[in-house]
């Protein structure tokens, strides 16, 4: 059975960093679609970072040249380093994994509609102040 759990969630100042981590079990972490979803407070959820089985890295134009995503296949473990953290980051944050030949292009629309495709954690809340 898949599970996803999430960490390093908190509050920070504008400006400041935070570092996310995801560990998954019982999922064969390189042959998938693993990513970031965020939704901030009234707001649809979206996609945040992505990393595809084959490496390849999407980012939503917001966050480009301050968060990075990374993944350690010997560890199933997947992070997101937020830097330079602004207000309009402010959300939970969920680490998901693609389902079985699904590539991130088709999970990034799937996951924004639905948590019901793949496998979801359960968020972890970051709040940026002013």
């Known amino acids: 059975q898949v599970q996803v759990m999430e960490s390093g969630g908190g509050s920070v100042q504008a400006g400041g960093s935070l570092r996310l981590n995801c560990y998954v079990s019982?999922?064969?972490?390189?042959?998938?679609?693993m990513g970031w979803f965020r939704q901030p407070p009234g707001k649809k959820r979206e996609g945040v970072a992505l990393v595809d089985s084959d490496g390849t890295k999407t980012y939503e134009d917001s966050v480009k040249g301050r968060f990075t995503i990374s993944r350690d296949g010997a560890r199933n473990t997947l992070t997101l380093q937020m830097n330079s953290l602004i207000t309009e980051d402010t959300a939970t944050y969920y680490c998901a994994a693609g389902p079985p030949l699904t590539e991130c292009r088709t999970f990034l629309t799937l996951g924004r509609d639905s948590t019901s495709y793949g496998h979801w954690g359960q968020g972890t809340q970051v709040t940026v102040s002013s």
């Open positions: 019982g999922y064969v972490f390189s042959r998938y679609c």
